[in-house]
């Protein structure tokens, strides 16, 4: 960093600069005479101030970025980018706090450094110096309801992401954890019926051992579109966990829901796992337990029921659909 010259003596003109527009250059040139001006190079950041009162860098030449102070070093990056006319650091000096920014200059760069009395005499003396405060902190204050709505979006997608099983594109345990209670307190609050199908896929580890984990993949994903090609758009299909799936019939009575459970059953008998017919596999089946909520009933107690009766779907010779 080097110290080039008061302003007076730099030769940098104050017209450019947005918080002097359209006040009267007469008022602010003596105040801004002693100001320094500073070259960083590429990295560097502008001194901080040694007292509390903060200061204000106007970019004259080149370009300053701008950090969130609580992103660590090499963490994101660029919030953004302060250019020739802009300022930065107006908060410490209205609050006297730490600046809530790491600034550092993206390439070789001239700034003039506005102490806080300084600006507080601009501010005091010059009508235009103070709405142009005040228009920069309303143009700060978009931006960073911008930002906060930008991160809220992210943070949603990543939210919706992390309910996705990675393999078949279905719903995942978290998502059951997070949705079922509420299906659940709807189904009792507007006493309408909901029903959960259990499913199984049956020998699976015989199928793994003869075609391969990879196959027995590529058998889930088949298993879990066919699933989902009999579904309405109102049902729900998830995997519970390894070669388990679930499907949650809202405003599904038992009967209803039985008969879905045996359409499933159906569709994945006639599933191919690969539709090229050079590779010829067995039909993968599934034994299927289907339970519909009972008065009062939470979400353990509906899962519990459901896998009893796959269990007894199991018992009495898979590739079938038990009812609780
Ligand atoms: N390929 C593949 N296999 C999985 C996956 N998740 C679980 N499995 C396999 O599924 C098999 C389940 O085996 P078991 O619980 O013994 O049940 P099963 O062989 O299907 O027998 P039954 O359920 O009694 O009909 C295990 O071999 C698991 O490794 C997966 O994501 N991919």
């Not at 003596?30 to 007292?51: N, Y």
């Not at 580890?205 to 109102?234: C, M, W, Y």
């Not at 067995?282 to 979400?299: N, R, W, Y």
């Not at 899962?303 to 609780?324: I, M, P, Q, S, W």
Request: proline letters at 6%.
């Amino acid at each position: 960093m080097e110290h080039i010259a008061s302003f007076a003596a730099s030769g940098y003109a104050p017209d450019r600069v947005q918080l002097f527009h359209g006040a009267p250059l007469e008022a602010i040139l003596p105040l801004l005479a002693d100001c320094p001006v500073l070259r960083l190079r590429a990295g560097e950041s502008p001194p901080e101030a040694k007292d509390r009162q903060g200061r204000l860098y106007v970019v004259l030449h080149g370009a300053l970025g701008v950090t969130p102070a609580e992103v660590r070093p090499g963490g994101e990056r660029g919030f953004g980018t302060v250019l020739p006319g802009e300022c930065t650091g107006e908060l410490s000096v209205l609050d006297h706090g730490a600046p809530p920014d790491h600034v550092a200059a993206q390439e070789d760069t001239d700034v003039l450094v506005i102490p806080a009395d300084v600006l507080w005499r601009m501010v005091d003396e010059c009508h235009g110096v103070a709405r142009n405060m005040l228009r920069l902190l309303s143009f700060r204050l978009r931006a960073a309801n911008a930002q906060l709505r930008r991160r809220e979006k992210v943070g949603e997608f990543y939210r919706q992401l992390s309910m996705i099983d990675g393999l078949t594109g279905l719903h995942n345990r978290a998502w059951l954890n997070d949705r079922l209670p509420a299906l659940i307190d709807h189904a009792h609050a507007s006493r309408e019926p909901l029903s959960l199908i259990m499913i199984d896929l049956d020998h699976f580890k015989r199928f793994n051992d003869e075609h391969g984990h990879q196959t027995g993949d590529a058998a889930l994903v088949a298993a879990a579109k066919a699933i989902s090609s009999v579904l309405r758009p109102s049902d729900f299909s998830a995997r519970y966990g390894g070669e388990e799936l679930t499907v949650l019939l809202p405003g599904t009575g038992a009967q209803a829901a039985k008969a879905v459970a045996q359409r499933l059953c159906e569709q994945l008998r006639e599933t191919r796992v690969f539709e090229d017919a050079a590779r010829p596999l067995p039909h993968v089946t599934a034994s299927m337990g289907v339970a519909t909520i009972l008065d009062g009933e939470d979400a353990d107690g509906l899962v519990t029921r459901a896998d009893a009766a796959l269990y007894r779907a199991k018992e009495n010779g898979r590739n079938r659909v038990a009812l609780a």
